[in-house]
């Protein structure tokens, strides 16, 4: 039974890192921008004590802007700059992008809209950190096996 259970494990990491490894810019850009919604709808609700569908329209459309800015990174920088330099240039811009959102979309003074700026990259820039590292990791893995 262990060894069954072994393999079946084993099964779903190679399965796992087939899928990173044919995962690709354009797919990895997708997950982070759903999880930079989630972590824009919990700022923004908390920060502008907004309405959950304002937050929601700041959520969707920062998001959007920020999904295109990560993907033109990594396609085009993820192996000229080394992951630290690549997240500090993302979340440099993520910050001006979100708080251009925020003046617009919350009628907020720059001061608030700054907070917000600040706050939602430092968070989306952990994220984006992990999903690059996970990325590197498993995309490059040789997968596993089970030996008797």
């Not at 907004?50 to 920088?77: M, Q, R, T």
């Amino acid at each position: 039974m262990t060894k069954y259970i072994v393999k079946s494990y084993l099964a779903l990491v190679n399965r796992f890192n087939s899928f990173a490894k044919n995962l690709g810019s354009f797919g990895l850009a997708i997950i982070y921008t759903v999880g930079h919604i989630w972590i824009a709808i919990l700022c923004a609700a908390y920060i502008f004590d907004a309405s959950l569908n304002l937050a929601a329209v700041d959520a969707f459309i920062e998001p959007i802007i920020n999904g295109f800015w990560f993907y033109a990174l990594h396609k085009f920088c993820a192996e000229i700059l080394g992951k630290l330099t690549l997240t500090i240039v993302y979340t440099i811009g993520h910050i001006f992008i979100a708080t251009m959102c925020a003046v617009v979309i919350f009628s907020t003074t720059v001061n608030l809209a700054a907070v917000d700026a600040f706050v939602e990259p430092i968070i989306n820039a952990f994220w984006f950190y992990f999903l690059h590292s996970f990325y590197s990791a498993y995309s490059k893995g040789a997968g596993v096996s089970y030996e008797q």
